[in-house]
């Protein structure tokens, strides 16, 4: 089997010592890389992954420039990357224009670090020109560690927002929801077709049934393999996947085929 993990995160050889530090001990999770690019590739080597979509996020504006030039430099060898704007970036449209120059793949949103509620209509200038632009709009989904008093990605917003910009493909992480279960399969699961799920870290979180019953009604090409790496080890997911009694097509779209369509079509929205 093949396997393109489409949600990883790295830093900066300078930055990652700090940052990993941070945000292992807020999270009370144990890295599985030392969040290194080259400890990426390590992790992909040992389990056999070929191909990786690296998702940065920008916590303040002033990150954004540096975040998607550093993107743009890493590209290749079977690393692909999404940039990131900060909602509160007055060139935050400019700066998606910008992201489509440098040939990433997407955007990547994270509620939680940049305090925004996905269908904010403050976002919707952005989205529109992620839309017209060809590219992926990429959210974090449900709690988070640093998540406060509210959880600001719900399947509630993202119904919302794929509701108000069917052009937009979205990918909401972590299955749309982390530990909101039940609220995918109500809101979500199964109801846009410009709606995708990753499964990130979500392996030590929910039951393989209702998993299961979730990919059977969202359907399985709209689901995406992921990991979070660094904030979980690959071969969880993997093995997450591979125990569901799914069929040997459905586990290829989720392993690496979805992941293919969304490159091929953002390709062609470049040509």
């Not at 945000?23 to 290194?36: C, N």
């Not at 935050?92 to 269908?119: D, N, T």
């Not at 910009?165 to 979500?188: C, N």
Request: proline fraction near 4%.
């Amino acid at each position: 089997m093949r396997y393109f993990d489409f949600h990883t995160h790295a830093f900066t050889d300078t930055l990652a010592e700090r940052a990993m530090s941070g945000l292992s001990e807020t999270s009370g999770i144990t890295p599985a890389t030392d969040g290194t690019l080259n400890g990426l590739r390590r992790k992909m080597a040992e389990n056999g992954i070929d191909r990786a979509m690296l998702l940065p996020v920008a916590t303040k504006p002033s990150q954004q420039t540096a975040i998607n030039n550093w993107a743009a430099e890493i590209m290749g060898g079977g690393i692909y990357c999404c940039g990131t704007v900060h909602p509160d970036a007055e060139d935050a449209v400019a700066e998606v224009e910008r992201i489509k120059s440098l040939g990433l793949c997407g955007v990547k949103f994270h509620s939680e670090y940049q305090k925004f509620c996905p269908h904010e209509e403050r976002m919707f200038p952005i989205y529109e020109k992620i839309a017209e632009l060809g590219l992926i709009a990429v959210f974090h989904g449900g709690w988070d560690p640093y998540s406060e008093d509210i959880i600001r990605a719900t399947p509630q917003s993202f119904a919302a927002v794929a509701e108000t910009f069917p052009k937009l493909t979205i990918v909401a992480a972590h299955l749309g929801g982390m530990k909101l279960w039940d609220d995918i399969e109500k809101y979500t699961a199964g109801k846009f077709d410009n709606l995708w799920f990753d499964v990130g870290v979500i392996s030590r979180y929910i039951e393989d049934e209702q998993l299961l019953r979730i990919i059977r009604m969202q359907g399985a090409d709209k689901v995406l393999f992921g990991s979070d790496c660094p904030w979980d080890e690959p071969a969880n997911e993997i093995a997450m996947i591979n125990r569901l009694p799914l069929t040997d097509e459905e586990k290829e779209l989720i392993f690496y085929r979805n992941a293919e369509k969304l490159l091929e079509s953002i390709h062609n929205s470049q040509l």
